[in-house]
């Protein structure tokens, strides 16, 4: 008996020592008022500040409270910790957000929560964080909301939720992330990274809503999730604004279920660098425009890519968004010249013209899809995309009439046309262009 309550007395004081070293800035004494139309990013600042200079600790934003917040900056050894029923939303006012999501280019959104050069940050709780995407937006379409239009074509005032850049540590565990008005969670140059169980659930007609891009990032580990995109679900990249931090490798992605009206899981599309020894595997992906895709129109390579134990639908939506349907879509085309307000971030310094890398090893492993189109593989000249192999997968081919393979962007002619009877022949529904394709069943 004194051995027993010994032990338990043991326990007790090592729980006591966890929970004291902890310490806990609640953002209420910081001076928030939690009403849902105050702004409170000043008083969340301070809290995030006070508790970073102190040596870290959790930033707590109590149950039952809306805070409303423009632009917010987070520390090294701060845990962001939302209770359930809290809710984090992002100011609809347009003019207080000044910094950009990509440094010099101002033309792709702007910061809201964002951290750079930090290391041991968590954002973790049930509660949740609102993006105010739709108020953000133009006038609601059938398939999408119109884009405001821009009085200078060079600023976007929309706010990214979370870009976390050259972070070290990272965790995001538990939260609910929703209504983005553009990209919802960005790593740049992160590494040792880690998203787990997070409900990601953007407007499925706000475009540009990106779920979670990582780009130019490093160990990192993605698990658990539920993501709805109107853009990608997960998106692995390269961008050349941020090109310091180096190529974006050994990432893993399990158990997840998505949905997208463009891609739900892409690599590429940005890509002036290497992304290589990545893992998809056991994940769902219901009603999407595309769903595995590596789209390579830059210099960068692609290789080394598992896509396993997958089980998709694809359906095709409107020309709003990219992809055909296809259920499987590897590519590496040249994008097409420079003729637009974004052509000076997506080619090298003083180009119009760029080229594109080699996409090699990829496999397909268990991958069971029902689509409305079939597979393409291809590249702009022969041995481009090659060692992409089928091994157990599945395709049920449904709809009716001609159907065309969607290339954009790319220089040329942007669809491959194919009829429907002629992918019903194959094993595997697949067209192929200057691409080597092994498939085993």
Known sequence: MIKRTFLWSILLWILALSSAAQTTYDVMTAGAVGNGWTDDAQAIQRAIDLCSE???????????????????QLKSNVELYLEATATLKANPDESIYHLSAFGDNRGEGMLWLWADDAENISIAGKGTIHGNGIAFMGAELEDSYELKPLADQAFDP??????LTNVRNLTIRDVTIKEGAYWTVHLVGCNEAVIDGINLLNNLKIRNGDGIDIDHSKNVRIANCHITSGDDCICLKNRRETERYGSCHDITVTNCVMSSRSCAIKIGSENMD????????????????RGLGIQNRDEGTVTDVVFSNIQLDCRLWSDVWWG???PIYVTSYPRANGNHKDANWRFPKGQIEGKCGEVSRIYFNNITATSENGCFVGGDIPGKVKD??????????TGNGPLSMDKRPCKGEGFVMVEREELQKQHVPLVTENSSVIINN
């Open 54 to 72: 102190e040596g870290g600790g959790r930033v707590l934003l109590p149950r039952n409270h809306t805070f409303l917040a423009g632009p917010i």
């Open 158 to 163: 929309r706010p990214h939720v979370l870009t």
């Open 274 to 289: 290497s992304i290589y020894n990545v893992v998809f595997d056991n994940c769902i992906i219901t009603g999407s425009n």
């Open 324 to 326: 055909k349907a296809e």
């Open 388 to 397: 992409i192999y089928f091994n157990n997968v599945r395709v049920n081919l």
